[in-house]
């Protein structure tokens, strides 16, 4: 897929600095089908680490207060963004009018039978589905997927192909790790979705993302 976006970015930010993981980094010509993802987190982190959004550096976020670790590689999807194309379709599926975007680039986990011991890296992957998880009224999309020509995941195809305790190791984690002590969070997963739906989901957040900095390029060029 070409992304006009790309040109200033790619000449301004990926030639002379490092490229920012959410604006300087092409989501890759197969998109939806074969993506390019960030990796925020592995799952031996102790901490969550999260982009800051203005330097593009990892940043600590907070350290886990429980003992829930990720299961799997997770991060970002890279020019996406959870605005009001991804909060409608959440409104049509849940048939809750209220809810929004949660205005971040879309969440992705990301299944492989290798070790990989750090994040601030990029990997290629291919979505299978997604959980449509709903944190205070705002949609938080997690895409699922498998590593690209991974050995022992490579051949899933849907998240139907995935076992059922993966799935719900993923689900747990997801409902569970942002509980604070005697505080648990406010958020649900109303659907598990196959790879079709998380195509649109995909593809809609890159269209949010085109709306939220369609002035990003003659920004970057005036650098």
Avoid at 60 to 72: C, E, G, L, T
Wanted: glycine residues 6%.
């Amino acid at each position: 897929m070409s992304n006009k976006l790309m040109d200033p970015i790619g000449r301004l930010m990926g030639l002379r600095y490092k490229s920012h993981p959410w604006h300087g980094v092409d989501i890759g010509d197969e998109s939806p089908e074969l993506i390019t993802c960030f990796i925020e987190m592995v799952p031996r982190d102790t901490v969550k680490y999260e982009i800051d959004k203005k330097s593009g550096y990892l940043k600590i976020d907070r350290p886990q207060k429980y003992s829930n670790a990720v299961p799997a590689l997770y991060g970002f999807i890279p020019q996406t963004f959870s605005g009001k194309k991804v909060a409608e379709m959440a409104c049509e599926k849940t048939g809750n009018t209220d809810i929004i975007g949660d205005a971040d680039p879309i969440d992705i986990c990301i299944l492989t039978e290798k070790e990989i011991t750090h994040g601030d890296i990029l990997v290629r992957a291919k979505p299978i589905g997604g959980f449509r998880m709903i944190d205070n009224n705002q949609a938080d999309d997690k895409i699922i997927a498998v590593l690209n020509n991974d050995a022992l995941y490579e051949s899933f195809e849907d998240i139907s192909d995935v076992p059922v305790k993966v799935v719900n190791r993923l689900k747990h984690y997801f409902l569970t790790y942002k509980d604070l002590p005697g505080n648990p969070a406010d958020v649900e997963i109303t659907h598990v979705y196959g790879k079709a739906e998380a195509h649109e989901v995909i593809n809609r957040s890159i269209e949010d993302y085109r709306l939220k900095f369609e002035n990003l390029d003659s920004i970057l060029s005036s650098v």
